[in-house]
């Protein structure tokens, strides 16, 4: 506890003493509003840079503006009244297919997971068919058209139509999984990490998935979204939050003590739950250059294009050039 005392100590100090520093000298903190889902796991990294003054460190001053859905900050986005938002990238490419200017940087790579039993007889997907899969996200679902079209590549199948499949919300899957009523689960990957805490075992991630179907590492499943036009106009506000992002990151993937002062927020049931989901939250930070990212989502876009077509990535068959963010001009 006193080792928990004096890291807050510490950060409150840094966070006053950059920010007095910057009075001091004249300069001032570029603003960022971030909307975010009221309860969603990117609060965890916003508290942690916050708590640790990252932000004023790097010339930000970060507003966590809280949304009750998706949609709501997609909208706000729209409408200019945050900044930034925390999307995919299938979104901001069909949100540039019909003439926006949204661009995207990856913020996670931590994805679905199909999970079973720990004393389930399921190997591998062949095993699923007849069984009974409880799916987040909907049918199109980008996890869970990869699983399918793996499973017809490796063991020629149709999951969706020799299964019995449930779409519902995660944490319903998620209970009718720990209850038994489903064989197996895909679900997001915190619900996956509490039912790992509890038992279960991973069958298959997304990212395994990506990885069979051709990307030649983990994609970025989420990241920051924001337009081309406040990047023009706010680059130090833009390149001052990334560095802040890629502290936090450092800072989350090293010190456990960081991890201790989350906890109200992660609503962990017990340790076992807060370790597994602090462990996989730290494999999900991206480790691979923006560039060769883009490469394999664009590989993995034509796949999902092909899967699920226009209902899925809109009027474009091919990621638009500009929705992985590169910098000055932002044209490729």
């Avoid at 990238?89 to 995207?104: I, K, M």
């Avoid at 299964?163 to 990957?189: F, H, M, Q």
């Avoid at 990506?210 to 030649?216: D, R």
């Avoid at 049931?269 to 370790?275: C, I, L, Q, V």
Wanted: proline residues 4%; hydrophobic residues 45%; negative net charge.
């Amino acid at each position: 506890m006193r080792g928990i005392r004096a890291t807050l100590c510490a950060a409150l100090a840094l966070a006053f003493s950059t920010t007095f520093a910057a009075a001091q000298d004249g300069t001032s903190l570029e603003p960022v509003r971030i909307g975010v889902l009221k309860y969603g796991t990117v609060n965890w990294e916003l508290d942690a840079m916050k708590r640790a003054g990252l932000d004023t460190e790097h010339g930000v001053d970060v507003e966590i503006v809280p949304f009750a859905g998706e949609d709501a900050s997609n909208v706000a986005l729209q409408a200019g009244s945050v900044d930034m938002i925390v999307s995919d990238w299938l979104w901001v490419s069909r949100q540039r297919a019909t003439g926006a200017d949204f661009t995207f940087v990856p913020y996670s790579t931590s994805v679905g997971s199909m999970m079973v039993p720990g004393d389930s007889d399921i190997a591998d997907l062949g095993d699923l068919t007849g069984k009974t899969i409880g799916v987040a996200g909907g049918p199109l679902d980008k996890n869970w058209l990869l699983i399918q079209a793996l499973a017809q590549k490796e063991h020629g199948i149709d999951l969706a139509a020799e299964s019995e499949i449930a779409y519902a919300a995660p944490p319903l899957l998620a209970e009718k999984a720990r209850t038994g009523e489903l064989d197996a689960v895909l679900n997001y990957w915190h619900y996956a990490a509490r039912l790992e805490a509890q038992g279960f075992r991973t069958l298959i991630s997304g990212t395994d998935a990506a990885i069979a179907m051709g990307t030649t590492g983990p994609v970025a499943s989420i990241g920051w979204v924001f337009s081309d036009a406040f990047a023009e106009n706010n680059p130090e506000a833009v390149e001052g939050f990334l560095a802040a992002d890629e502290a936090t990151k450092e800072l989350l993937a090293s010190s456990d003590e960081a991890w201790e002062a989350l906890k109200p927020l992660m609503n962990a049931e017990d340790e076992a739950t807060f370790r597994t989901l602090r462990e996989r939250y730290r494999e999900g930070i991206p480790t691979r250059s923006r560039a060769d990212e883009a490469v394999d989502t664009a590989r993995l876009y034509e796949l999902l294009a092909e899967i699920g077509g226009p209902k899925l990535v809109g009027p474009s068959d091919v990621l638009v050039d500009g929705t992985y963010f590169i910098g000055d001009g932002n044209d490729s």
